[in-house]
């Protein structure tokens, strides 16, 4: 037992060693939320971040340092402007979740961002993960962050077969990466490991051939790069159908901000007929006489099908433009905007893509 012991020791020393030397050498990438210390700045990066490639995050974090270079900067802005800022990024709770988080820095904390894991803990939309990444790379504390990345070069290198999105997994991968972290460089470890996963030992095609850890590789050596990390559970994607309706003179037309819980709230967009099924045209016309006034609909246009996959849904979406002479309806939340108003609002990401091939520009 003693020897064993000893050699998973070993191991786990070898894992770090290697991990710290490839880090220093021409593996670490550069990006403006590397290797600084505003909290702030750290914090934005991480939230944009998550869910996110790097290279997509950079013209956001960029944009969003620059137009609030402060907490209370953010906190100030109107949620409607925040919102427009995030636009496109997707996993719009962020965004709100953001929003919430400074204002309670500014009004709770004096403006002070939080230096303690506990504290960093309490921000909205702040998890383990993020909290840990925080505290690392802003205040130097030894907390090992735990994401994909991590997962999949932990769950290769040592060959860990317990499912990732199990209880047991979650437990056993947190304790292992504790254990593997620098304590004294714990932000250039953590930062490595990360980097490493995304590209050294990527999902799909990992260098093995070239990796300075391969020697010691459970995947690498028993050729199941490909099956780990495991997880037990596979998402189940929820089919939606929507129809939306562009009311309006042929000039302008009538939007409305999404303010119920779900998908895309506080983004704009029109009124909606929602299905669970598709709809050929003539039902759908019944669909809209229900929703609207029958003196309210002139010539109708519908659009192609536009698919828009998020984690566990697929929707499916139509637009269906109405021409309506008075630009009068009945619903008080609506509002009219002319196209060139539309740089105002934030939408989501697949009513741009309809109006781009519109040639509206927003």
Not at 310 to 321: A, C, P, S
Request: glycine residues 4%; aromatic residues 12%; positive net charge.
């Amino acid at each position: 037992m003693k020897n064993m012991e000893t050699s998973t020791k070993e191991l786990k020393n070898f894992f770090t060693q290697k991990l710290m030397e490839w880090n220093v050498s021409e593996n670490d990438r550069e990006l403006p939320w590397k290797h600084i210390e505003n909290p702030y700045f750290i914090w934005l990066s991480e939230i944009i971040l998550q869910q996110t490639r790097a290279e997509q995050a950079l013209p956001y974090y960029l944009k969003f340092t620059e137009n609030y270079p402060t907490v209370e900067d953010l906190a100030n802005a109107p949620e409607d402007e925040v919102m427009k800022m995030w636009e496109g990024l997707g996993y719009y709770s962020r965004a709100r979740n953001l929003h919430f988080a400074a204002k309670y820095i500014v009004l709770e904390k004096g403006g002070q961002f939080p230096n303690t894991h506990k504290e960093i803990l309490k921000l909205k939309g702040v998890g383990p993960y993020t909290a840990a990444a925080i505290a690392s790379f802003a205040f130097k504390l030894p907390y090992a962050v735990v994401d994909g990345n991590v997962y999949r070069v932990l769950s290769r290198f040592f060959g860990i077969e317990t499912p990732i999105d199990s209880t047991e997994g979650k437990k056993q991968f947190a304790k292992l990466a504790q254990e593997l972290i620098d304590t004294e460089k714990p932000d250039q470890y953590n930062q490595a490991i990360m980097d490493f996963g995304a590209r050294q030992c990527s999902p799909a095609k990992p260098l093995c051939m070239f990796c300075p850890m391969n020697v010691h590789c459970e995947a690498y050596l028993k050729g199941k790069t490909g099956e780990w990390p495991i997880k037990s559970k596979k998402i189940k994607k929820r089919e939606r159908f929507f129809h939306y309706l562009l009311v309006g003179d042929g000039i302008g037309f009538f939007i409305k901000k999404r303010t119920e819980k779900g998908i895309w709230r506080n983004l704009y967009d029109f009124p909606l007929i929602e299905t669970n099924k598709e709809l050929d045209d003539e039902a759908l016309k019944e669909l809209i006489e229900k929703k609207l006034k029958k003196d309210e609909i002139g010539k109708v246009l519908v659009s192609k099908n536009y698919v828009h996959l998020l984690t566990h849904q697929k929707i499916n979406v139509k637009f269906v433009e109405i021409k309506n002479k008075d630009q009068q309806l009945s619903n008080k939340a609506l509002q009219y905007v002319m196209p060139e108003d539309l740089k105002n609002y934030a939408f989501p990401k697949v009513i741009l893509r309809f109006f781009e091939e519109k040639g509206i520009i927003c």
